[in-house]
Each structure stands twice: as structure tokens, then as C-alpha cells.
């Protein structure tokens, strides 16, 4: 019983340890392209402190092809809506 009860502490802490602050699937990768780092020139634009709903409106953008890309479009087909809100979210809350 004891070791039960262990193991159940051990998973809750570690629930409890996940934030708001940890990355949803998908966001870090979003990060090839769209630079963190203030200091790097490019060209495609930060996500880091966008507003969620710029972001928002841009993938559904890219994803009903009102927005044209080279790749972005066929990036956003891949996430769903519940995924791409929370990438932008996240990114939103990034400093």
C-alpha cells in the first residue's frame, strides 16, 4: 500500500510541476523559422509577446489559403484548432 501510495505522490507532483510555461506539442518546433532570440534579424516574424489572436489569425489564414507561404500553409493544415490555440497562447505569454 505504502508504495502505492508513493507512486500516486511521485505522478501527482510531477502534474503539478507541469505550467503554463511548459511548451504544448508542436510549439517548439515552430521556433526553425520564427526566432526567439531579439538579437537575430529575419525576416518571418517573432511569435514570442504576439498577441494569440494575431497568431490565431494568421494560421487560419495560412490554413483556408487567404495567406499565401512557401511553407507555412501546408504547417498549419497539420495542427488542429485546439493545437494551434494553444501554441499561440503560449507564445503570447512568452517574453
Keep these: 500500500m505504502r508504495t ?3 507512486a500516486a505522490a511521485i505522478v501527482l507532483a510531477w502534474t503539478c510541476a507541469a505550467t503554463a510555461a511548459d511548451p504544448p506539442v508542436g510549439a517548439l ?10 538579437k537575430v534579424e529575419t525576416p518571418v516574424p517573432r511569435l514570442v509577446g504576439r498577441p494569440a489572436a494575431e497568431t490565431l489569425k494568421a494560421m487560419q ?10 511553407v507555412m500553409d501546408r504547417i498549419a493544415k497539420g495542427f488542429s484548432d485546439e493545437e494551434v490555440q494553444a501554441i499561440a497562447a503560449w507564445y503570447a505569454e512568452q517574453k
Excluded: E, L
Excluded at 518546433?29 to 531579439?38: E, I, K, V
Design 4 to 6: 502505492a501510495c508513493c
Design 29 to 38: 518546433g515552430c521556433s526553425g523559422c520564427h526566432a526567439t532570440n531579439a
Design 61 to 70: 489564414d495560412f490554413r483556408g489559403s487567404q495567406r499565401s507561404a512557401s
